[in-house]
């Protein structure tokens, strides 16, 4: 039995944790929760307040308005001062109109304000993605598929928002629910207690369909993962796969992903379609035995008809609840993963220095470095100590797989030695300013790093803020100028990911990228330079 319990208490709880993991990421005060509260609360409270005046309107249009009066429960012993005081059916109708208008205004205020924090989440929740992903250490992005960090970075991050209006509209709800659930007892207790009994009846029923939600919302994330990554293979892989004829192969690799993500989705939305159906055969089956009820308990006709007319009107907002509770359910394994991805207490970052970096003035040297790239069962560098002298020619030599590259992504900070030193004129290589040292590094290797953009923006990698001028400079010590300027249009061509338009020579020396100085570092030279066309 307490198993059972349990078992039941950890989906609310799970939901309760989600929500809560939400609400963390919202770029708003915490106080602004509050106002929305608020807004459900009056909105549900002039909604529940218009719809009764609308059944002692009726009444008093009938002339029965006393057969509601001497209604039992709360509501019977104050409908004789509201009927006093608003007993002209015409002010009744006026008080209507402005409960409506309010009830709209209120939604509208509520809508707007949601939005607004809904996008701005988004938003947020994409550049704290960015920061991390440029934060976290090279060898976290390495561990990791790059469709899986595609699909958290640019599909999860605005389900992020989605999940904020979900429950924020939950909110909405329960403060709906609250207002209607006083009005209705206002009117009857006991035909509240029959009611509560089926509208409990109703939660579990939807109650079953949340751990079905869950599990597709786990498979939709990852087949969008899947698909994902196929999008990445295709369009960086393209020249391979025209080469060696394998269009088709792959192509058919890409549909069977979609495929999967389509029938995924349909599933979901088939479970997500019977949320209305059911609730609406639920409450109907309610409403007759709420008629029913009232009946054997005696309950006058009149006090029946408005506990039906104000259980009618609720429904709306329990059947939306439960469907917010469902679309939190299928959403929770996107919301972990992207908390997860956020998490810092498990990563590790890159470190940056104090210490000033003009230039090499004596030596680099490694002092029983080791390095173990992650999940390799031997090391790359084991113990290894040398010396890189300042203004000489230093040649690494090996076999493929000695250490060479990892060496080189050492001396660039992509990664940082398991145990041992690296040494810069006698300061460690983590002590020094980052920028200031990667500044006066230029490295080409074989496995050429370009972005997708201009031949400016490739120079630019090395100094965003360089002027044509300095970055003529730098395509003349790479001797690439003559080929920049056979482009089409010089600097402001484009390139192509990862450089496909050019050669893999050309490629090459774009990725040597010679540091781009600043116009005031070379002015003295008294070069004189003009924007290309």
């Not at 349990?6 to 709880?13: G, Y």
């Not at 402001?492 to 090459?508: F, H, M, P, T, Y």
Request: a positive charge; hydrophobic letters at 45%; aromatic letters at 8%.
């Amino acid at each position: 039995m307490c198993c059972g319990t349990m078992k039941l208490l950890k989906r609310p709880l799970a939901i309760l944790s989600t929500i809560r993991r939400v609400l963390s990421l919202a770029p708003a005060p915490p106080w602004l929760i509050s106002v929305l509260v608020a807004l459900g609360l009056a909105a549900g409270l002039a909604d529940g307040v218009s719809t009764g005046l609308v059944v002692l309107l009726l009444y008093s249009i009938i002339g029965r308005a006393g057969d509601l009066i001497s209604a039992n429960g709360f509501l019977g012993r104050i409908l004789p001062s509201i009927n006093s005081t608003f007993g002209n059916s015409v002010v009744i109708a006026i008080l209507i109109v402005a409960f409506l208008v309010a009830n709209i205004g209120l939604t509208f205020i509520y809508t707007v304000l949601t939005a607004n924090i809904r996008y701005r989440l988004s938003e947020s929740v994409r550049n704290s993605l960015s920061r991390q992903f440029f934060d976290v250490s090279y060898d976290f992005i390495l561990r990791h598929d790059h469709g899986q960090l595609l699909n958290v970075w640019n599909g999860e991050s605005w389900l992020i928002g989605d999940m904020y209006l979900y429950v924020s509209r939950l909110l909405i709800n329960l403060c709906a629910s609250i207002t209607f659930l006083l009005f209705l007892g206002a009117v009857s207790w006991r035909l509240l207690a029959i009611s509560a009994t089926g509208i409990t009846l109703l939660f579990v029923m939807m109650h079953r369909l949340s751990g079905p939600a869950r599990e597709l919302g786990r498979k939709m994330k990852k087949e969008h993962e899947k698909l994902a990554e196929r999008m990445l293979v295709t369009l960086h892989g393209m020249r391979a796969l025209r080469a060696f004829a394998q269009e088709s192969h792959y192509q058919q690799g890409f549909e069977r992903a979609s495929a999967e993500v389509r029938r995924t989705s349909l599933t979901f939305e088939r479970l997500y379609a019977l949320v209305s159906p059911a609730v609406q055969l639920g409450y109907l089956l309610l409403l007759a035995a709420t008629v029913f009820a009232g009946q054997l308990l005696g309950i006058s006709f009149a006090a029946t008809l408005a506990f039906v007319a104000l259980l009618y009107r609720f429904q709306p907002h329990v059947r939306e609840l439960q469907s917010n509770l469902l679309s939190i359910a299928q959403l929770q394994a996107s919301v972990a993963s992207v908390v997860g991805m956020l998490e810092r207490s498990d990563k590790t970052y890159v470190a940056s220095g104090s210490t000033r970096f003009s230039g090499l003035r004596n030596e680099i040297r490694f002092d029983e470095v080791s390095f173990t790239y992650a999940g390799a069962s031997s090391s790359s560098l084991d113990g290894v100590s040398f010396a890189i002298p300042a203004g000489s020619v230093t040649a690494l030599v090996g076999v493929s797989g000695a250490g060479k590259t990892t060496i080189v992504n050492l001396l660039l900070g992509l990664y940082r030695p398991a145990s041992g030193t690296i040494l810069v004129d006698g300061v460690r290589l983590d002590e020094l300013h980052r920028e200031e040292w990667l500044s006066k590094i230029a490295a080409a290797g074989q496995d050429v790093e370009l972005v997708e953009g201009t031949v400016a923006d490739n120079l630019r990698l090395a100094n965003p803020h360089a002027d044509f001028p300095a970055m003529r400079i730098a395509a003349e010590a790479a001797s690439i100028l003559e080929t920049i300027e056979d482009l089409p249009q010089g600097f402001e061509s484009w390139i192509g990911q990862q450089g496909l338009k050019l050669s893999a020579g050309q490629r090459q020396r774009f990725g040597a990228r010679p540091r781009v100085v600043a116009r005031s570092e070379y002015s003295d030279s008294r070069r004189s330079h003009q924007r290309p066309e």
